[in-house]
């Protein structure tokens, strides 16, 4: 009976660790941007550098997101109209 609610305890915890996470990364690419910035590179190109590694890293993830989600509606409530 106590395996179960540290289970339980650990499962409320992850939505807090992973945003503990995400904020320790969006802190170390906001501190990684400043160090380049201060080291002269030019914001224009940092800015266009930041948007194509994140379309890079999206577009895959969108795809196969994408992918897996539409093959489980059917077709004939999207609007065929063949039937």
Same mark, same amino acid.
Do not use: H, W
């Given at each position: 009976? =106590? #395996?179960?609610? @540290?289970?339980?305890?650990?499962?409320? !915890? @992850?939505?807090?660790? %992973? !945003? /503990?996470? $995400?904020? #320790?990364?969006?802190?170390?690419?906001? /501190? !990684? %941007?400043?160090?380049?910035?201060? =080291?002269?590179?030019? %914001?224009?190109?940092?800015?266009?550098?930041? +948007?194509? &590694?994140?379309?890079?890293? /999206?577009?895959?993830?969108? $795809? /196969?997101?994408?992918?897996? +989600? +539409?093959? @489980? &509606?059917?077709? @004939?409530?999207?609007? =065929?109209?063949?039937?």
């Amino acid at each position: 009976m =106590d #395996t179960l609610y @540290k289970v339980e305890a650990t499962g409320n !915890m @992850k939505p807090v660790l %992973l !945003m /503990i996470l $995400l904020q #320790t990364l969006y802190a170390v690419v906001n /501190i !990684m %941007l400043k160090m380049v910035a201060n =080291d002269g590179m030019s %914001l224009s190109v940092l800015v266009a550098y930041r +948007f194509i &590694f994140a379309s890079a890293f /999206i577009v895959p993830l969108a $795809l /196969i997101i994408e992918r897996c +989600f +539409f093959n @489980k &509606f059917p077709t @004939k409530e999207l609007g =065929d109209k063949s039937s």
